[in-house]
């Protein structure tokens, strides 16, 4: 028996393939979302801009190199009695495109994200100016309430085009600072 043999021990090979399967489990998940967050956001932005796709859709299962069968023939190495130190070898390189794959599509997803992260941002803004409004006792004035109709609409349609809530928005946010700073008066 090698040394290398002597520090890897069938329990820990053991422990480290159900580590590796529950990390598979969380990584199908990510891929999943990464694959779908294209169709996902076209689905909410009109033209969304800058959109990424996941490049290996194979990646998790692809016949001899993908993540499952992999893990699958390191379990079957580790049970048919191959030497644990070439199943923790494998379990390493395994754990790195494990890694490399989560990043990408951890990447991907928040690439994908950003359209959906500008109109949440153009929703609290509207939100918090409405709020500014019924505080000043403006909330039911008729021309401000139109504004903010009309830019609450577009920003809870689906899909939301981010260009014309952004216009709304910022439209209702001057009219309520023209308001304001009518209503405090020159001297203030």
Known sequence: ??????????????????????????????VREALDSPKHVRGRIVAPVGLVTFADRDVLEQDGVGLRPWLDDLA??????????????????WRELAVSTEQAARAVTSANAVGLNQRRELRGRLAAVHGKAARLGLAED??????????????????????????????????LHSRDVRAEGPGR
């Open 1 to 30: 028996m090698t040394g290398e043999d002597r520090t890897v021990s069938a329990g820990g090979i053991a422990r480290d393939l159900t580590a590796a399967r529950e990390q598979l489990a969380s990584l199908s998940d990510l």
């Open 76 to 93: 079957a190495a580790a049970l048919g009695g191959r030497r644990d130190g070439d199943v923790a070898r494998g379990l390493a390189e």
């Open 142 to 175: 008729e021309e401000l309430s139109a504004l903010h109709a009309r830019a609450f609409e577009e920003l809870y349609r689906a899909p939301t085009d981010l260009a014309e809530a952004e216009r709304l928005t910022m439209a209702y946010v001057r009219a």
